[in-house]
């Protein structure tokens, strides 16, 4: 296996490509938007909501909760989760701030 070669890159820079990372899969998307719609926590109904296995549901909440955008309780077999609302704002400011770069228009392509 190659090596990313990330340590090349700042600390911040590896943050937002990680950040671009997890939410590159629409499984991800979704269930950020149905916690979202939510406008509460959710607990244990993923599965009945988006139609996928138990198991790539818990994979895509697993590295939802490692970049830090939802937290969740576990209690016995219950399992909640909420969006963190602090780490959501870095993404916004972190996306807004990587977007709102301005653009050189050439006329080369």
Same mark, same amino acid.
């Given at each position: 296996?190659?090596?990313?070669?990330? =340590? /090349?890159?700042?600390?911040?820079?590896?943050?937002? +490509?990680?950040?671009? #990372?997890?939410?590159?899969?629409?499984?991800?998307?979704?269930?950020?938007?149905?916690?979202? &719609?939510? #406008? +509460?926590?959710?607990?244990?109904? /993923?599965? =009945?909501?988006?139609?996928?296995?138990? +198991?790539?549901?818990?994979?895509?909440? @697993?590295?939802? @909760?490692?970049?830090?955008?939802? @937290?969740? &309780?576990?209690?016995?077999?219950?399992?909640?989760?909420?969006?963190?609302?602090?780490?959501?704002?870095?993404?916004?400011?972190?996306?807004?701030?990587?977007?709102?770069?301005?653009?050189? &228009?050439?006329?080369?392509?």
């Amino acid at each position: 296996m190659g090596i990313t070669k990330a =340590e /090349l890159f700042s600390d911040k820079k590896n943050r937002l +490509a990680n950040m671009f #990372k997890v939410l590159g899969h629409p499984a991800r998307v979704a269930i950020l938007q149905y916690i979202i &719609n939510q #406008k +509460a926590c959710i607990c244990n109904d /993923l599965v =009945e909501e988006l139609g996928l296995a138990q +198991a790539t549901i818990s994979q895509h909440l @697993k590295e939802l @909760k490692n970049i830090g955008i939802i @937290k969740g &309780n576990v209690e016995g077999k219950s399992v909640c989760y909420c969006i963190d609302e602090v780490v959501w704002n870095e993404f916004a400011q972190e996306f807004g701030m990587f977007f709102s770069q301005t653009i050189q &228009n050439n006329e080369c392509c």
